[in-house]
Structure formats: C-alpha cells, structure tokens
C-alpha cells in the first residue's frame, strides 16, 4: 500500500515538474556579481536548482538539530539500562536472601 502511495506521488511531482519545465523555459542570465562569471539557463532549471539546495541545506539543519536529540537520547537510555541491571541485582539479592530466610 504504501509503495502505490510512494509511487502515485513520485509520478505527480514528475508531472509537475514536466509542466513547470515546459511552462518556464525561457532563457535567463545568472551573474555572480562581484565575481565576473555569468552564465546562462533556462529558468526551469535556476527554480530547481535552488529548491534542491534548499532541500539539502534544510536536511542538513534538521540532521545537526536531531543529532543533538539523539545523543541525549542514547546518555538517557544507557543510564536506565544501568538503572535495570541494578534493580535485576537487588531484586536477585532478595529473592536469594528471602529464600534463605524462609527454609
């Protein structure tokens, strides 16, 4: 199910892009302007390359913001495991010792 869904929006967002791509493809000049190099593009091509960096840059962002999550995350989850295997010792230690107790 969820490769139709997966595959019913990559053949949507294909479509789209074939309609912006024919819809844009007027020539544009890009011109780094301190620097003297120009270049030219059809327009279709300038919008998608910045939705693309911006894609990048965005997974990068989140990517940085999640690792400082997860490593929290694993501190945490070290410090209960060690918190559970000191409670399986007592509760071990306990049992050991109430059963001595009660023969």
């Given amino acids: ?5 997966k595959f019913f929006l990559l053949v ?3 479509l789209a892009f074939v309609v912006f ?3 844009n493809r007027a020539a544009v ?7 003297p190099y120009s270049a030219t593009m ?10 693309a960096l911006g894609i990048v840059f965005a997974w990068l962002l989140l990517g940085a ?5 997860r490593r929290l995350y694993n501190a945490e989850h070290k410090r209960v495991m060690a918190l559970q ?3 399986e010792g007592v509760k071990a230690t306990h ?7 009660n023969h």
Wanted: aromatic share 10%.
């Fill in 65 to 69: 913001r999640s690792s400082k999550s």
């Fill in 12 to 14: 949507v967002f294909g």
């Fill in 1 to 5: 199910m969820i490769r139709k869904i």
């Fill in 85 to 87: 295997n000191e409670i």
């Fill in 42 to 51: 059809p327009l279709f091509l300038l919008v998608m390359a910045c939705f």
């Fill in 95 to 101: 049992s050991t010792t109430a059963s001595l107790v």
């Fill in 21 to 23: 791509a024919v819809a």
């Fill in 29 to 35: 000049e890009i011109s780094l302007f301190p620097l």
